[in-house]
């Protein structure tokens, strides 16, 4: 239907074309007009532009999407649910939405921001207004970090202005150089519009290890104590993973402005997964493949993943990440 739609539209623009010379002036300038806006109307069609046609959000989609590809994250999931619809219904938000997801290798954190995006975007993580900086890529250089921060600000200036709904992805902040993160203060802050432009509607997400050992201990607390992991609670948590962040000098949020004038909305746990985790996200790896999950293959898979501490072997070292080639293996 939609094909047909735009081989219709091609049609008329083209037929307009080739008759145009024989009118009279004023008719031409109609024509011309009625094919200026029929070739907007086709521009629009096929490229991806700041409307709701490219741009809505779906809140059923991140719930459903959440509950079941996300898994051992009760934390994160109601605080990244509760967060972005709270922020995406608000037509009127104070300052942009800020997350901070922290974590062990893994753990979910970049999918978690695909799965924002993709109920955001409709090309998802491929829409160019979801701009993704990776530390060690784009700001390999601490002598360069006064560049880097020209170009930053530069940057997200530029694609707010182009799109205030506009995603902005930070991930190896642990391996950021500091200060150089403090040059988006601004733009984060509760300003109504900062020379001419407005960053209210657009999200920030940071992705890091570090504080990854504080929730690792944690988590291991309740585990020794015989305590369910679904009872650690955000409270639990937040206080000494912001202030561990925000204390290592090795991180990007090293003393950072962002967290001393708390601008980060959200400092957003994730767990380290257990092997009942490791073993659901290899069924939710199979069926993604258009296979029946296998029960035997999925324990295989599990069972090959390396566990910490060295004695107790509760949590895994690389999380779900390494699933797919194992998966390749086994199947």
């Known amino acids: 239907m939609k094909k047909a739609h735009l081989y219709l539209l091609l049609h008329v623009l083209a037929t307009a074309c080739v008759g145009v010379n024989a009118f009279d002036p004023i008719t031409t300038s109609v024509v011309l007009g009625i ?36 898994f051992g994250q009760h934390i994160a999931s109601r605080i990244i649910l509760k967060a972005v619809n709270g922020f995406m219904s608000n037509d009127n938000p104070k300052k942009p939405l800020v997350l901070s997801l922290h974590g062990w290798t893994g753990t979910g954190k970049n999918f978690v921001s695909k799965l924002i995006a993709e109920n955001i975007y409709k090309e998802g993580m491929d829409s160019s207004f979801v701009h993704v900086f990776t530390s060690t890529l784009h700001f390999p250089h601490p002598s360069q970090n006064a560049t880097y921060k020209s170009q930053l600000q530069q940057w997200i200036k530029g694609n707010v202005t182009n799109c205030e709904r506009s995603m902005f ?21 509760y300003y109504d519009k900062l020379d001419g432009v407005s960053y209210r509607k657009s999200i920030f997400i940071f992705l890091s290890n570090a504080g990854g050992e504080s929730i690792i201990q944690k988590t291991l607390d309740f585990w020794k104590g015989g305590r369910d992991r679904e009872e650690i609670e955000l409270r639990d948590l937040e206080v000494s993973l912001s202030l561990s962040v925000f204390n290592n000098n090795q991180s990007g949020f090293f003393h950072t402005s962002l967290i001393d004038k708390n601008l980060v909305d959200f400092f957003v746990p994730f767990l380290p997964l257990e092997y009942q985790h490791i073993v659901q996200c290899a069924k939710a790896e199979m069926k993604a493949r258009g296979l029946e999950p296998d029960p035997d293959v999925a324990d295989m898979v599990a069972r090959d993943v390396v ?25």
């Open 35 to 70: 094919g200026a806006t029929l070739g907007r109307t086709i521009y629009k069609y096929l490229h991806e532009s700041c409307d709701p046609k490219w741009i809505a959000f779906n809140a059923t989609g991140l719930k459903t999407d959440l509950d079941s590809k996300l």
């Open 169 to 189: 992805i930070f991930d190896e902040m642990d391996k950021m150089h500091p200060g150089l993160i403090d040059s988006i203060k601004p733009y984060l802050d």
């Open 307 to 331: 566990y910490f501490p060295k004695l107790e072997r509760v949590f895994s070292v690389k999380g779900c990440k390494t699933i797919e080639s194992k998966l390749d293996y086994y199947t």
